[in-house]
């Protein structure tokens, strides 16, 4: 029976399996450019063995020349110091490392028999060996990978394929079939065993450089000895930072020569694509996997901004597929971004090139793969036309709907650190429409041209402005008031906010000396160099008038709907309600911005020093002592501040029982410090701080649909103004 069905796989993937164009020529053949880099990479990974090995064997010697003294008492010390230098260089050897396998689903012929018939034929055709194993992951992803230990070096190794589900989502079976040829092509690769190589040789190097383990705790307590005792130490410590100043500087050689060559590998690995498919295929499949990424990343958002509320989707790829809709909507609102106008753009195969040199915004040196742009040429520099197999990648997978689950989630665990497997789950048509419920509720209408965007809404003390409006107040004085901050005056004023902004990033670009040339255009003028700094002061005081205007925005739009809602109470109460939330949630928002600040410092103060001085570990600790504390406040005050109406929080009482439903962690103790409270707190406090960001644009946007409510005719497009008087009035008389 198992081979009938096998037959009939081979059947199905054989129908499936798109043809390859007639008479192309082997494209793929080393260029002179690949060999030298190959020879680049050699030379490096060489050197760093020679110095290496050298390094080792030398302090194996001065252990045993210093067992071999003649005073017992240098012979012991030099031995214990020099054979902590070679455990020091010997560890990186001993430790072992594989292949990570977690979150991967390992496909089977007896699962998946078209899959595995399509990829054979594809390395019949390829004259590949079949990979060692096909795995499935959760992302928009497709690579090789192969185990990774120093055995393996010396063994013939078989490399595995990898293959995200978050692609095949997007892909055509022509365009899946180019993926795997590119990625079969570096199986064929003599070089790819080189890559081996070299992340043997970063681990070993990225070890020593950068980590830290129980070596190093031993040598730190040794060094916490009475000096007679912990001289030897000392004298470790300090050859060991030299050595691992040699030793990162031989990291950077390696990777520096290793990209490059990796860049030529990616050239390479395309022209068996375009062998196998076509010119088209394997650059379209390049500019839907940039898409695929993007919704993707809309998608897992979404159903993280869900899991707050106990939500958890049934099929992350279906939220993907609707997403499409919102990026191209969000890349049409970004049209004048450089770097997204082949996104936006339809791909239309033929010889035109569609990604254009705009589009690369990220530093070529230290990207791993070409730019696209490069990537098209070197697959178009010999057109080989193809008709695509318009079929989804898809239907290479048996029983899709419960793949599709089980790889949904790994990736509730891998990307939100949920183990939603037992879950209850939600239908992905059901989800949607929460998400875009949500979306809708905080959703500020395009009539605000982002004034709410990014900043703290500040009318003042608001019981004291009603107080005075009830006291007595001229509702059309307050009206034409706010009048100027809706239409075109507040288009207008966000337009002069925005040029600001933009001036001062250009200023502060030219004062850090990131600006090419020695003078830059600046309101129609050209200005030189060194006035930078006083324009950069005059643009700052310029901004700081614009701020002040907008809390006299933020004051007059409140007196005024304040007086619109006298004829309704119970509007008038949720107004003020709102407003009070809203002002409250900003506090702690505000208070911990300026703690997040601080923590980024701390880690960065981490990264660059693994080992930290008297005064830096003091500042670390009061630092992270002062976040911990500002994080308790708030919970504590949260804990007895009432939600107002808010979709899906139908469930919680107060802002607190929504914030964090784990118990806090407990303070950092300096005399017995935890390597996991950092983690545990770091991820509690950017909770903390993130659900009260979306607390407080879900109350702003249900108050600015309240303000609507009570006078539509303000938010009038600006033909109808003349009907905003009579709208008011029939608001306050309704």
Request: charge should be neutral; aromatic fraction near 10%.
């Amino acid at each position: 029976m198992a081979g009938t069905a096998n037959v009939r796989a081979r059947g199905a993937a054989d129908a499936l399996y798109p043809p390859s164009p007639r008479g192309v020529p082997s494209l793929a053949q080393p260029t002179g450019a690949y060999r030298l880099r190959v020879v680049v990479v050699l030379v490096s990974l060489f050197t760093f063995l020679a110095v290496y090995l050298g390094l080792l064997v030398l302090s194996g010697r001065l252990v045993l020349a210093a067992l071999a003294a003649d005073s017992a008492f240098w012979g012991i010390t030099g031995a214990i110091t020099s054979g902590m230098v070679f455990l020091f260089l010997a560890k990186g050897v001993v430790k072992r490392s594989g292949a990570d396998l977690d979150g991967l689903v390992q496909a089977t012929e007896r699962e998946q028999p078209r899959l595995f018939a399509f990829v054979r034929r594809l390395c019949a055709e390829e004259n590949t060996a079949f990979p060692a194993g096909i795995y499935l992951t959760h992302d928009v992803n497709a690579a090789v990978f192969y185990p990774r230990s120093l055995l393996r070096l010396f063994l013939p190794v078989r490399r595995n394929l990898l293959v995200g589900l978050g692609l095949v989502n997007n892909l055509n079976l022509t365009e899946f079939k180019a993926v795997l040829a590119h990625e079969f092509g570096h199986f064929a690769q003599s070089s790819m065993k080189l890559g081996q190589y070299v992340y043997v040789a970063n681990r070993i190097i990225g070890d020593l450089v950068y980590g830290r383990d129980a070596w190093d705790d031993w040598l730190a307590r040794w060094r916490r000895q009475d000096p007679r005792i912990a001289f030897p130490a000392y004298a470790i410590t300090a050859v060991v930072w030299a050595l691992r100043l040699l030793l990162a500087a031989l990291f950077r050689v390696i990777n520096i020569a290793n990209l490059s060559l990796s860049r030529q590998m990616e050239f390479n690995a395309d022209l068996f694509a375009v062998r196998l498919t076509g010119s088209d295929p394997i650059v379209s499949g390049l500019w839907k996997t940039e898409r695929a990424a993007m919704a993707f990343q809309k998608a897992v958002a979404d159903l993280g901004s869900m899991a707050q509320h106990r939500r958890y989707t049934d099929d992350l790829y279906w939220h993907q597929t609707a997403a499409f809709a919102d990026l191209d909507e969000f890349l049409a609102k970004h049209a004048d971004t450089p770097h997204l106008q082949s996104l936006r753009d339809p791909y239309a195969w033929g010889r035109r090139i569609h990604f254009k040199p705009s589009d690369e915004h990220a530093s070529p040196m230290w990207e791993t793969h070409p730019p696209h742009r490069d990537r098209e040429e070197n697959a178009k520099r010999h057109y080989v036309p193809c008709t695509p197999v318009e079929t989804a990648a898809w239907e290479l997978f048996a029983d899709a709907p419960r793949l599709r689950r089980r790889l949904t989630n790994a990736a509730y665990e891998a990307l939100l650190g949920i183990d939603a497997a037992r879950l209850p789950r939600t239908r992905a048509e059901e989800m949607d429409g929460l998400v875009r419920a949500e979306h809708e509720e905080m959703k500020q209408a395009d009539h605000y041209h982002g004034f709410y965007e990014d900043r703290a809404v500040e009318p003042g003390d608001i019981e004291a402005l009603a107080a005075e409006i009830d006291a007595g107040a001229d509702p059309a004085a307050l009206r034409a008031e706010a009048l100027p901050w809706t239409g075109e005056g507040l288009r207008g004023f966000m337009a002069e906010v925005e040029q600001r902004h933009g001036e001062q990033q250009l200023l502060q670009a030219v004062v850090a000396g990131k600006a090419r040339g020695d003078s830059f255009d600046f309101r129609g003028e050209r200005c030189r160099r060194g006035e930078a700094t006083k324009l950069q002061q005059r643009v700052s005081a310029e901004q700081e008038e614009l701020l002040r205007r907008t809390k006299d925005a933020d004051r007059a739009i409140f007196r005024h709907f304040y007086a619109a809602s006298a004829a309704d109470p119970a509007l008038r109460h949720e107004l003020k309600e709102r407003y009070r939330f809203l002002i409250e949630v900003q506090t702690f928002i505000l208070q911990l911005n300026a703690e997040e600040r601080s923590v980024a410092g701390i880690l960065q103060i981490l990264e660059k020093n693994r080992e930290l001085n008297a005064q830096q570990y003091a500042h670390v600790m009061e630092t992270l002592d002062d976040a911990h504390r500002r994080v308790q406040v708030a919970l504590h005050q949260c804990g007895a501040l009432r939600l107002p109406r808010l979709r899906h929080m139908d469930a919680e009482k107060t802002v607190g029982s929504f914030l964090l439903r784990e118990p806090f962690v407990g303070p950092l103790d300096p005399s017995r410090p935890d390597a996991q409270w950092l983690p545990t707190f770091l991820g509690q406090f950017q909770q903390v701080l993130t659900k009260l960001r979306k607390l407080h644009y879900k109350n702003l946007g249900n108050l600015l649909k309240l303000q609507e409510r009570l006078d539509p005719g303000l938010f009038a497009p600006a033909d109808s103004t003349a009907e905003a008087p009579r709208a008011a009035e029939t608001a306050e008389t309704a």
